[in-house]
């Protein structure tokens, strides 16, 4: 499965991504979000620039520079949060763009030791706590 890049959210920044995600900035070739739904502190998605559906997809040096990206998300992450892992989760079955989950998991927070849930719809925060958390990944990228 193929999707049309005018149907996609992340190539169109529709309503849809926006009520989803923030985007925190760009990377090499990729940008950055932070989850509105923060069940899991500190959650991002980072989004390849280009309509590409799977990794296998990239030539050699654009895998290399998207997986330098996310990297640079996880050791801010790492660094802003302390999470006890990062989860990554690179699902794309109805979505067909290029994009990888990076969810926090704490000892005692949501599904430590098991599988992250999609959209748990449970935390949400002031425009000011969106604006610390984005903050702190910042200063750690």
Same mark, same amino acid.
């Given at each position: 499965m193929y999707s049309d890049p005018k149907q996609c *959210? $992340?190539? !169109?920044?529709?309503? !849809?991504?926006?009520? *989803?995600? #923030?985007? #925190?900035?760009? &990377?090499?070739?990729?940008? *950055?979000?932070l989850f509105k739904e923060q069940s899991y502190r500190g959650r991002c998605l980072v989004? $390849?620039?280009?309509?590409?559906?799977? *990794?296998?997809? &990239? !030539? %050699? @040096?654009?895998?290399? =520079?998207?997986?330098?990206?996310? =990297?640079q998300t996880t050791r801010a992450m790492q660094k802003a949060f302390n999470? @006890?892992? #990062?989860?990554?989760? =690179?699902?794309? %079955?109805k979505l067909c763009h290029l994009h990888f989950h990076l969810v926090p998991k704490y000892v005692d927070g949501l599904d430590y030791g098991g599988v992250f849930q999609m959209n748990p719809g449970k935390e $949400?925060? !002031?425009? @000011? @706590? $969106?604006?610390e958390l984005i903050a702190k990944i910042k200063e750690n990228l």
């Open positions: *959210l $992340y190539c !169109t920044n529709n309503e !849809t991504l926006q009520s *989803l995600m #923030i985007e #925190i900035c760009h &990377l090499r070739v990729s940008r *950055l979000f989004a $390849y620039d280009q309509h590409v559906n799977d *990794l296998n997809e &990239l !030539t %050699d @040096e654009e895998r290399n =520079a998207f997986m330098a990206d996310v =990297a999470p @006890e892992k #990062i989860n990554y989760g =690179a699902y794309s %079955d $949400y925060c !002031t425009e @000011e @706590e $969106y604006a």
